[in-house]
């Protein structure tokens, strides 16, 4: 699923990122061909996985945001046998850990406040091995390029990414793909 994952941000590096049932369908109309399912809850999540699957695209859910279960190895392998999302976005060392024990596809999600939180990233991100990495805020040109020179796993930005310029802007600095809950940016 690995190598699916990188040839689907080849035809387009752009994901869509969702936070309900409206923007699911419009993510599955879209051009996107990886959506991010950031909110879900317990009741919710298999049906947006399976309509993902149907559509052709690869769903990967933010395990952290999932309403209804906890934030552990025993939660995610519920997950991963009984809901069977294409692979999980987690900022949880633990569960970065546990996903890849089981073979499960995992993006490290980071969030950059500062100085000690590039820092403690990147050496999150050489002793975890994620598959991929999300960085947050992702109009951080500078820090993106930093990031992928430091380390050797595909970056993803996002957050506050709202037109072509963010887009092209992280591009150019080395990231792999773009994720963006902004509906007109799915289109470029």
Not at 45 to 71: A, C, M, P, Q, T
Not at 78 to 88: L, M, S, T, V, W
Not at 97 to 104: C, D, E, P, Q, Y
Not at 115 to 137: C, F, K, Q, R, W
């Amino acid at each position: 699923m690995k190598n699916e994952f990188y040839h689907r941000l080849q035809i387009n590096p752009i994901i869509a990122a969702i936070k309900d049932s409206n923007q699911l369908e419009n993510a599955i109309k879209s051009p996107c061909e990886v959506i991010f399912i950031l909110k879900s809850d317990i009741f919710n999540i298999k049906s947006y996985i399976e309509r993902v699957r149907n559509s052709g695209k690869l769903s990967y859910v933010h395990v952290d945001l999932i309403d209804g279960f906890s934030r552990d190895a025993l939660a995610l392998q519920y997950i991963h046998d009984n809901i069977k999302p294409d692979g999980i976005i987690t900022t949880k060392t633990t569960l970065v850990k546990a996903s890849k024990n089981i073979n499960m596809f995992v993006i490290q999600r980071l969030f950059m406040l500062d100085h000690l939180s590039l820092e403690t990233g990147i050496s999150s991100i050489e002793d975890m091995h994620p598959n991929a990495v999300e960085i947050l805020p992702g109009i951080m040109p500078k820090i993106t390029k930093k990031i992928v020179g430091e380390t050797k796993v595909p970056i993803i930005t996002g957050g506050l990414i709202m037109d072509k310029e963010d887009v092209m802007q992280s591009l150019k600095a080395g990231a792999t793909a773009i994720s963006t809950s902004c509906e007109e940016v799915w289109y470029m």
